[in-house]
C-alpha cells in the first residue's frame, strides 16, 4: 500500500483477555518496528523483523507480548492476558533494509489499546 | 554506548519567537540523524535527514561532530509547530539497522 496501516485504530478491552493488534507495511519494506507509546511518554522499542532473519525482540516487556510476521510482510503483535499498564499507543514503522534506512522509518497512524 | 539525549520535555516559547530543540548522540560510527514530528493527532513522521541538509517548514539542523549535536532550529516559530519533536540515531551492527530515539521534546508554541 501507500503506507503503513495497522488496525484496528481504536481497541478496548477487558483486563485479562488477549488482543491482536496489526501493521500492514509499506510493500517491499523488508524491516518492520514495533513501538509503544504511553500518553506524554516517549517510543518504547518492542522488537523489530529484518527479512528472513531472527527478530529482535529485545524490547517485548513480558512473555505476554509476542509478535510474528508472515510471509516478511503483515505482522501481527499478540499481547495475552492483558493488564491495565498495557494501554497505551501501538505504533507499527516499516523501512527499507540496509543503508535504505538513510530515508528513516514510515509509520502507521497507531492502534490506541485501553484495558478497563 | 549508544544513545541519544533530548534534555528537554518540554520547551514553550512565543509565537515569532527562535526555537532550538536540542538533541546530543553518542555513537562510535559514523552518524546519521533524524528528526521525527508528531503533530496532535496525526502519525510520527519524517520532519528532516541530516544526509539531506535540507530546511522543512523552516527548520534546520546541522550536525556538530564535535558536540556530539544536532540541534533543530527555527528562526521564527510559528504556532503550527506545536507537536512532539523526536531526534533519533541511526545505528549499525552487522546486518542490524536500527533507529535510536531520543525521549522526545513538546514544543508549545504561545501566541
Known amino acids: 500500500g501507500a503506507g503503513v496501516s495497522q488496525s484496528p485504530s481504536n481497541k478496548v478491552t477487558e483486563k485479562g483477555k488477549d488482543v491482536e493488534l496489526r501493521c500492514d507495511p509499506i510493500s517491499g519494506h523488508t524491516a518492520l518496528y514495533w513501538y509503544r507509546q504511553s500518553l506524554g511518554q516517549g517510543l518504547e522499542f518492542l522488537i523489530y523483523f529484518q527479512g528472513n532473519s531472527a527478530p529482535d525482540k529485545s524490547g517485548l516487556p513480558s512473555d505476554r507480548f509476542s509478535a510474528e510476521r508472515t510471509g516478511g510482510s503483515v505482522s501481527t503483535l499478540t499481547i495475552q492476558r492483558t493488564q491495565q499498564e498495557d494501554s497505551a499507543v501501538y505504533l507499527c514503522a516499516s523501512s527499507l533494509a540496509g543503508t535504505g534506512l538513510n530515508y528513516g522509518y514510515t509509520f502507521g497512524s497507531g492502534t490506541r489499546l485501553t484495558v478497563v | 554506548a549508544q544513545r541519544v539525549t533530548q534534555p528537554e520535555k518540554l520547551l514553550s516559547v512565543f509565537k515569532g519567537a527562535p526555537v532550538e530543540l536540542k538533541c546530543n548522540y553518542s555513537y562510535s560510527g559514523s552518524p546519521e540523524l533524524f528528526w521525527y514530528v508528531q503533530y496532535s493527532r496525526q502519525r510520527l513522521q519524517l520532519l528532516l535527514r541530516?544526509?539531506?541538509?535540507?530546511s522543512i517548514k523552516g527548520f534546520t539542523a546541522d550536525l556538530n561532530k564535535g558536540e556530539t549535536s544536532f540541534h533543530l532550529k527555527k528562526p521564527f516559530a510559528q504556532e503550527e509547530d506545536s507537536a512532539m519533536y523526536y531526534c533519533?540515531?541511526?545505528?549499525?551492527?552487522?546486518?542490524?539497522?536500527?533507529?535510536?530515539w531520543g525521549a522526545g521534546t513538546k514544543l508549545i508554541i504561545k501566541p
Open positions: 541530516h544526509i539531506s541538509r535540507e
Open positions: 533519533a540515531l541511526l545505528t549499525r551492527l552487522d546486518s542490524n539497522y536500527q533507529l535510536i
